[in-house]
């Protein structure tokens, strides 16, 4: 990546602001303050029929950042972000509506929609976001964790993603943009023995280099193939909700992402994710809500 | 409990209403459907500073499920609700605004802002939440979990709640709405001698006899002490941000219920709360990040 180049994952997730325009005012805050963004849904970031759940985070997590950024407030990053995702977005324009739910001390708290034209031009909603920014540069050093990161074989000893199902890398562009390398002991699944357990881990980072960042990190906590694939489950696992916690500034390096499922009931399964960086911090965690592939 | 009373619960989440009263255009949707409810918080479910936050998370659900079967959707329980808490809430009147985000075949989307006056008058908002709706009762019934209930004494050798700090019984009137007998394993902490695992778990039921339903499970997963005290952290652990999935319908009986943490770390710890019923099932879990006690 040259020195001047802007990376795929900020080409991916950048959003320019319409000016003076405001969103209408809302249902939940006086007098709220609104923002409204334009963004390009890049095919390149396409996963089974629709745009990645992670990088939709991403971009609806960097448009409520430069809403507060904005507004002056000293809270550069996403703490915990929500997304509820409603309908399956396509690869094509976007819009993002941000508005300021509150500004505190300790958080600014934000909600944004990410909508696309429905098939009559109409706008038709993708995702509802809530998000706490923070300010983690400034965090309390005070660390007392039982959590442990994931024992990996190094990375030359663990294996890419051509292993998958055909079916999956035929609509799994967004592979070309990870340089994602699976742990071999929850890999049977691509020789038809998966474990059972409903694991799935392995070194990540971005394909041309990019550091990781808390919104990078929004991202790679739902990069990984589904988990079912451990299960044996090879359909198509849909988000319908995912809540993420950044819980420290990622160092520079290959991270390490877990993923587990221990519920399968009801139709869904819980999918959580761990991210370790290199110097063995527990930086993000999340959980997801996941409809179980017929 | 008289056949004819209203649980303790109910009325604590009780909303009424406004008659013809639309909240406002949104931000977020083209024509968004709203509603405008009140409440009443009773102190009697209070905890520290605030009513408790499961408690104002069963409320909002309430008026999100209320506000979609006026419309005639066939979606009637919380599936997943995340609430963004942004201020303390105290007694008193709160007014709660409802819209939804989108209806579609499996989930009912919606997003709900709890309101109260500030010292002014002025209308603060003290919660945020957005939640899907669907139909537990016609669930799928593959299970396939590794997940397994807790190993607990029976009730009768369990303990109340009574040995709890008394800066923390001062106030938390809640506890007499609850019955709740703790693990002995995991109340070293009443003894000056807590495990540091940063566990606690038990037997839990409301007071009054109300047996569980989803609404009630979203109280139940934020009703016991904070699980730093099992880490020798006495202090007040606010939450910030608290996701809740619904699994399953409970069936009657107590609930077991544990709280967990394992990454204390940049002044916030992460809570997990599993909740079981009496034939086993899993029937919800959540994650809440919380600010570490000063």
Redesign the interface.
């Known amino acids: 990546m040259g020195e001047c180049t802007v990376s795929e994952f900020d080409e991916g997730t950048a959003v320019v602001r319409r000016p003076d325009e405001a969103?209408?005012?809302?249902?939940?805050?006086?007098a709220?303050t609104?923002s409204v963004f334009d963004a390009e849904l890049d095919k390149g970031w396409q996963i089974g029929g629709g745009i990645n759940g992670g990088l939709l985070l991403s971009l609806a997590a960097r448009a409520v950042g430069e809403h507060f950024a904005a507004a002056g407030a000293s809270h550069p990053y996403p703490?915990?972000v929500?997304g509820?995702y409603?309908?399956a977005s396509r690869p094509g324009p976007a819009e993002l509506?941000?508005?300021t739910?509150?500004t505190?001390r300790?958080?600014s708290?934000g909600?944004a929609?990410l909508?696309q034209a429905d098939d009559e031009g109409?706008?038709l909603?993708r995702l509802?976001v809530?998000?706490?920014f923070g300010d983690?540069a400034r965090?309390?050093?005070?660390?007392?964790?039982?959590?442990t990161p994931p024992q990996l074989p190094p990375v030359e000893q663990c294996i890419g993603t051509e292993h998958a199902p055909p079916e999956f890398l035929a609509s799994a562009n967004l592979l070309e943009r990870i340089d994602l390398r699976l742990d071999p002991a929850y890999v049977g699944w691509a020789l038809g023995k998966p474990s059972g357990?409903?694991r799935l881990q392995g070194w990540l980072r971005l394909a041309d280099g990019r550091e990781s960042d808390p919104l990078s990190l929004l991202f790679a906590l739902d990069a990984l193939p589904p988990v079912t694939f451990d299960?044996g489950l090879f359909g198509w696992t849909p988000t319908?909700?995912l809540?993420a916690?950044i819980?420290?500034l990622p160092a520079p390096g290959w991270l390490r992402v877990t993923h587990s499922t221990?519920?399968?009931?009801?139709?869904?399964l819980?999918e959580d994710c761990e991210i370790w960086d290199s110097r063995d911090?527990?930086v993000a965690?999340s959980?997801q809500?996941a409809?179980?592939p017929r």
């Open positions: 969103a209408g005012t809302t249902a939940g805050t006086m709220a609104t703490v915990s929500s509820y409603v309908s509506r941000v508005e739910v509150r505190a300790s958080h708290t909600q929609s909508l109409l706008p909603e509802r809530l998000a706490h983690l965090a309390d050093e005070d660390v007392r964790t039982s959590a357990e409903g299960l319908v909700e809540t916690h819980r420290a221990r519920n399968l009931a009801g139709g869904y819980e911090r527990l965690q959980r809500l409809v179980v």
